[in-house]
């Protein structure tokens, strides 16, 4: 299992549509963002809202079969792939169908 971190800004003033879109997808859309992970291959995924001195960023933790995971979300263009995309491009001006570039990990402890 490969594990994978990363975060992205959410646009000032947007924080409140960022959080009705994580109640969505964590209520009314959980099977179907169930089903895109189980399609592209990532097997665990936990957001932390971050509030920092310019404003709010979401922190990303992936845990993912291959790398390949984010070329498989990219090509997955289901009806909810699709509208995940719009709301993060929306909320965050982040657009998830470019070159998303997955950060090098440089530490990983454990016991």
Same mark, same amino acid.
């Given at each position: 299992?490969?594990?994978?971190?990363? /975060?992205?800004?959410?646009?000032?003033?947007?924080?409140?549509? @960022?959080?009705?879109?994580?109640k969505e997808?964590?209520?009314?859309? +959980?099977?179907?963002?169930?089903?895109?992970?189980?399609?592209?291959?990532?097997?665990?995924?936990? @957001?932390?809202?971050?509030?920092? +001195?310019?404003?709010? %960023?979401?922190?990303?933790?992936?845990?993912?079969?291959?790398e390949k $995971?984010?070329?498989? $979300?990219?090509?997955? +263009?289901?009806? $909810? /792939?699709? @509208?995940?995309?719009? %709301?993060?491009?929306?909320?965050?001006?982040i657009d998830? +169908? /470019?070159?998303? %570039?997955?950060?090098?990990?440089?530490?990983? @402890? /454990?016991?």
């Open positions: 299992m490969k594990k994978y971190a990363y /975060s992205y800004p959410i646009l000032k003033g947007k924080i409140d549509e @960022w959080l009705a879109f994580v997808v964590n209520t009314n859309r +959980n099977i179907e963002f169930t089903e895109m992970h189980a399609r592209i291959g990532v097997t665990k995924e936990s @957001w932390y809202l971050q509030k920092t +001195n310019v404003g709010y %960023e979401v922190i990303v933790y992936t845990e993912a079969r291959d $995971f984010v070329e498989k $979300f990219k090509k997955d +263009n289901t009806e $909810f /792939s699709n @509208w995940f995309r719009s %709301e993060v491009a929306r909320t965050q001006n998830l +169908n /470019s070159k998303v %570039e997955i950060p090098k990990i440089v530490l990983d @402890w /454990s016991e």
